[in-house]
């Protein structure tokens, strides 16, 4: 009763995940280096492109229904389904996240920032590196990784705090730049967000690998 | 619970078909016992109501305890044990006479011959076997006449009319359509109300649908035996795994 084809096809909707992680994944790096060199066409880019991301979403689920339909996926094949149903909803919403970030660098337009960019790439950074880290744990079905991936969730929000506090005083200080010092809370909300989807990506992997939900990280915001 | 059984070992002449095997079955639940072909989970079954004293050179080792007696002690009653731990067995199987003579047949044999005792008993156990509906007009026909899954619903009816505590179920759908197999697994849900049902299945969507606890055996050995959400979502060993998705077997 072994069933190649079967596994196969298993193997490639898990494939096709990592795909869609590495689009997200440069959706996202584009789209805070495009705020930083305020460059508006690649915002534009990003913009257009998401629908790919949408629908490669809507592809793998289609795959994962038709398993589950047709070849009755069970203990960890079912799991793995289970899980890439949710993880790529939770890829899905990252790129939204840059696409949220592409808006707000086309809404800044012509203005100049209301301060250089230094924590919020730096979100950016820790953001991608724990997404790119996660899909590695998912290939290998690494739970230690997985764990420690949803701690560094705190560091992320110790960034957004950092941000949030420091243009709330350049907005009292000079209340002409509560709109712009606004684009880039907004921006450092997406990349917070950003952080508490990629841990959730993580704690579906230890269910994947152990059969056990476990809320792993609870972010503050 | 119904069965504990301690260290069981089957064998058939010098072959060793079941090795050491010690479980628990609770009454009044869904039993099913998976496993790859030859893996001796028919030969376990059977071994609960005695079915492989029939058969030459067999021989076990252990002990099969239901409601704590030993079912294999010399002084106890075989058809009596029987009675207790009904079968129904893979291809129905009625025999060559009427609905109403099938279902009757096991309390004939006990001597009972009352119409009106034969009758109510007839009815009932053709209820609970979900079949009284469709035959209720025609019991004195043939029961060769009826569906193969009517058929073997017509079994479980008499299997149901010794009125049994156990009833084993060996492969019971592997003979019939989608929907006459649909139709048993209901029945099986509904039946463990009143009695303990263990069932050998192949069909591991059968096995995770209809049971509460499941065992896999594999080459004569128990390797796991866990609650059936468990065994089919997240079982503890590679072996069972590695079964249920298809990775051998």
């Given at each position: 009763m072994t069933r190649e084809a079967y596994h196969k096809a298993l193997k490639d909707v898990q494939d096709e995940v990592l795909r869609m992680a590495d689009k997200v994944g440069k959706a996202l790096k584009d789209s805070i280096e495009a705020l930083k060199q305020r460059d508006l066409e690649t915002s534009k880019r990003i913009i257009r492109e998401d629908i790919i991301i949408n629908r490669m979403r809507f592809d793998i689920e289609d795959k994962c229904l038709l398993l589950i339909a047709t070849q009755q996926p069970m203990a960890v094949d079912l799991r793995i389904l289970a899980a890439v149903i949710n993880i790529i909803t939770d890829l899905e919403r990252i790129g939204d996240h840059a696409e949220g970030i592409a808006k707000i660098n086309i809404a800044i337009g012509e203005d100049s920032l209301v301060k250089p960019l230094v924590d919020i790439p730096r979100m950016g950074e820790k953001g991608l590196s724990m997404l790119e880290r996660c899909m590695k744990a998912f290939v290998d079905k690494d739970i230690e990784s997985a764990r420690q991936i949803c701690n560094e969730d705190d560091e992320v929000d110790a960034l957004y705090d950092q941000i949030y506090r420091e243009l709330l005083l350049i907005m009292i200080e000079n209340p002409r730049t509560i709109q712009g010092a606004t684009y880039l809370i907004w921006t450092?909300?997406?990349?917070?967000?950003?952080?508490?989807?990629?841990?959730?990506?993580?704690?579906?992997?230890?269910?994947?690998?152990?059969?056990?939900?476990?809320?792993?990280n609870v972010s503050k915001y | 619970m119904a069965f504990k059984i301690k260290e069981v070992s089957a064998f058939y002449g010098g072959k060793q078909a079941v090795k050491n095997v010690s479980l628990a079955i609770q009454a009044r639940s869904v039993t099913a016992i998976i496993g790859p072909s030859g893996c001796g989970k028919s030969t376990f079954i059977r071994c609960l109501n005695r079915m492989n004293d029939l058969v030459p050179q067999f021989r076990l080792e252990g002990e099969i305890l239901y409601n704590g007696t030993n079912i294999y002690s010399r002084d106890l009653d075989i058809t009596e044990v029987r009675?207790?731990?009904?079968?129904?067995?893979?291809?129905?199987?009625?025999f060559p006479k009427s609905i109403y003579e099938n279902a009757a047949y096991g309390l004939r044999i006990q001597g009972i011959s009352k119409k009106g005792t034969l009758d109510k008993v007839v009815e009932e156990s053709l209820k609970k076997a979900a079949l009284w509906e469709e035959v209720r007009d025609r019991l004195h026909a043939s029961a060769l006449a009826l569906s193969g899954g009517q058929q073997q619903r017509l079994c479980i009816a008499r299997a149901i009319a010794t009125q049994p505590e156990v009833i084993l179920f060996d492969e019971p759908c592997s003979a019939l359509d989608p929907i006459a197999t649909a139709k048993v697994e209901d029945l099986i849900t509904a039946l463990k109300k009143e009695y303990t049902v263990i069932i050998v299945t192949h069909n591991m969507q059968q096995a995770a649908r209809v049971s509460d606890v499941t065992g896999f055996f594999m080459m004569g050995e128990l390797i796991e035996f866990d609650i059936t959400q468990k065994i089919f979502t997240a079982p503890s060993n590679k072996l069972t795994e590695d079964y249920i998705t298809g990775r051998f077997g």
């Open positions: 450092a909300h997406n990349l917070e967000r950003t952080a508490d989807r990629v841990t959730n990506i993580a704690e579906r992997i230890v269910f994947m690998v152990t059969g056990k939900m476990e809320e792993m | 009675r207790r731990i009904g079968m129904v067995f893979q291809k129905p199987n009625p």
